[in-house]
């Protein structure tokens, strides 16, 4: 199974600004997946990040509240913009497994932001 | 559309029983099914997956899953609680047919006291 970083665990940010957070992966994959996790809820998929192209956001979420960049194939950035207190959640990257794991996602340990 | 139910929020269980975490589940034609734990402050795990074969798959920390295709049920099992199992556990399930989109449960939190 691939190793998954992120940056940072956690943040606590005012109301209007910005965060980006950086997810790292130990080998190469295709497919990259930011998750959201609110608070005492499901996880719900917010885009899939392909390295060279745009990203795919699901319903419920666009880019320029939630711009994504994938500049190569162990690296992706999520970076939520003007949050509010509702933005406060746990946001997670994802990858597909590889060979033998081809079709479980593996997790990073997420980034839990609050704001205030 | 995909979904998936579980339909306990908690479960408790004393340790040393068996416990079992409920899970259905809705997809058009061949689902694959996940389970996965959370651990307080950590990321998911991967605990198993039904992909095709067996109805009946192991996986991790002594865990297995029973998938039931009629009634669409993909329930977690264990034949004897620890209290390190306490946590909280999320069904997943993905299309057969393409997509990589994994849609989860809402998830049940296993509480395994002594």
Known sequence: SAVISQKPS???????????????????VTM???????????LTLIATANQGSEATYES??????????????????????????????????SVDGTSGSRYE????PGTRLTVT | AQSVAQPEDQ??????NPLTVKCTYSVSGNPYLFWYVQYPNRGLQFLLKYI????????SYGFEAEFNK???????????????DSALYFCAVRPTGGGNKLTF??????????
């Open chain 1, 10 to 28: 956690r943040d606590i940010c005012q109301r209007g600004t910005s965060l980006t957070i950086q997810c790292q992966v130990d080998s190469q």
């Open chain 2, 11 to 16: 479960v408790n269980v004393a340790e040393g």
């Open chain 1, 60 to 93: 419920g979420f666009v880019i320029d509240k939630f711009p994504i960049s994938r500049p190569n194939l162990t690296f992706s950035t999520l970076t939520v913009s003007n949050m509010s207190p509702e933005d406060s959640s746990i946001y997670l990257c």
């Open chain 2, 105 to 114: 449960g809402t998830g049940t939190q296993l509480k395994v006291e002594l």
């Open chain 2, 70 to 84: 009629s009634q669409t049920s993909f329930h977690l099992k264990k034949p004897s609680a620890l209290v390190s």
């Open chain 1, 32 to 42: 990259m997946f930011w998750y959201r996790q609110q608070p005492g809820q499901s």
């Open chain 2, 52 to 59: 095709t074969g067996d109805n009946l798959v192991k996986g």
């Open chain 1, 105 to 108: 996602q593996y997790f990073g």
